[in-house]
């Protein structure tokens, strides 16, 4: 089964107040304190829908298991018998957790300053009690995530200017993920945040240095 978690879903965020003024630099390097997150760049909508198939193919797998979090099963069990598809789907996956990289590719893609992502867990290997994806969007990106948000059934934490976008399941979030890629249009056509501009010069200098 794909864990689900007790938490109460509100939309607690003013747009007026997010957190502005993000430079490449920033969102390349990292501004916030979660410093095990690395910046997922400017996929293109192709990697993103690449990565929800590969997510959807694991969460069909895991509802299909009787274990508390099948996706950690099939997970183990991939690595041990198939170790090179096991670091394909890692690679396709950013190196984020299964059920909320999607949604993290996906708001990159939007243009928006992803700075975290866990799917939560049934164990103490996750670092959230449940699954959330930190983002800071414009308000104009964040006006139309909102709706989106709504319609997925997940929720929104806004703390310091900074979103937690949120859900009871990692099946929520996954939702999320696809909702913006039919959207992705209305995204294009919004102009782009300033810190896009030299963020994949600041990223080749940090992975130069």
């Given at each position: ?125 996750h670092h959230a009690s449940y699954p ?27 703390q310091r200017g900074r979103w937690y ?18 959207h992705r249009s209305a995204f294009d ?21």
């Amino acid at each position: 089964m794909v864990p689900e978690f007790d938490v109460e879903i509100r939309h607690r965020h003013e747009l007026s107040d997010l957190l502005s003024g993000l430079t490449a630099a920033d969102v390349a390097g990292g501004f916030t304190e979660h410093h095990d997150y690395h910046c997922l760049g400017l996929p293109s909508w192709a990697e993103v829908e690449e990565c929800l198939a590969r997510e959807a193919a694991v969460l069909e797998e895991a509802t299909s298991s009787d274990a508390p979090d099948g996706v950690e099963v099939f997970l183990e069990a991939i690595l041990e018998s198939d170790d090179l598809g096991y670091f394909d789907l890692m690679c396709v996956l950013q190196g984020n957790d299964v059920g909320v990289a999607g949604l993290s590719l996906a708001l990159s893609a939007a243009r928006t300053a992803t700075f975290y992502s866990c799917s939560g867990g049934v164990d103490n290997n996750h670092h959230a009690s449940y699954p959330m994806v930190g983002v800071v969007p414009d308000a104009l990106r964040g006006a139309l995530i909102t709706e989106l948000v709504k319609l997925a059934h997940c929720g929104i934490d806004q703390q310091r200017g900074r979103w937690y976008l949120y859900g009871r399941s990692v099946t929520a979030l996954h939702a999320l993920g696809q909702a913006i890629v039919k959207h992705r249009s209305a995204f294009d056509a919004m102009p782009d945040p300033a810190w896009v501009g030299g963020l994949d010069e600041e990223l080749k200098r940090l992975n130069d240095s």
